[in-house]
């Protein structure tokens, strides 16, 4: 599952617009403490009225990453450029509020610090969401291994070295020659 977390947005019609992006590109849209009735975001969803129903609201930020496998925060000019990052098929994207981006305790819960490299310090949120979700989806479509590999890996190798590969997200063909690497 890929999703789109917004922490704390703050204009409803950013949110609106990621609403229309989140159905164009196959995420599911959810929201930490909007700062505005998500009604108000309906004018420029268009299309993705049923998108914006669906969106699950969160308390804290947390609580919206639980059952997500990978995910990716975003920070101007911090971590990876964007156009270096490998998106795969589960990569989830967070986004911080329009004044003030995300906190380091919410990017603490991020596998990945990513950035869309700019002329400018940062960009309109709709407008890096677009960016990230189009990148994910054009690049994402790789296969990640599944639950039953990693476990494989957990029972043979322990489970810090499980855990790390997973929060990797590697495909099959790169498992399959790491633990071809391991058992040399």
């Not at 704390?8 to 849209?29: D, H, M, W, Y």
């Not at 986004?95 to 003030?100: I, P, Y």
């Not at 309109?124 to 479509?141: D, I, P, Q, R, T």
């Amino acid at each position: 599952m890929r999703a789109v977390i917004l922490v704390e947005p703050e204009k409803p019609e950013n949110t609106g617009f990621i609403a229309r992006l989140c159905e164009n590109f196959e995420f599911e849209l959810r929201i930490v403490n909007p700062q505005f009735n998500l009604s108000k975001a309906r004018k420029t969803a268009n299309n993705a009225q049923e998108k914006l129903r669906n969106t699950k609201i969160f308390d804290t930020t947390e609580a919206s990453t639980k059952d997500l496998e990978y995910i990716i925060g975003t920070k101007p000019g911090k971590g990876i450029s964007s156009k270096e990052f490998t998106f795969r098929s589960n990569t989830s994207i967070m986004l911080g509020r329009e004044s003030s981006g995300l906190k380091k305790e919410e990017l603490n819960l991020c596998d990945a610090v990513v950035h869309i490299p700019s002329s400018y310090s940062s960009l309109n949120l709709s407008h890096a969401a677009s960016v990230l979700m189009y990148e994910s989806y054009k690049n994402g479509k790789e296969q990640v291994v599944d639950g039953q590999r990693l476990d494989y890996l957990k029972e043979e190798y322990g489970p810090y070295l499980s855990k790390l590969i997973g929060r990797a997200s590697p495909t099959e063909n790169e498992l399959d020659r790491l633990i071809g690497e391991l058992n040399h």
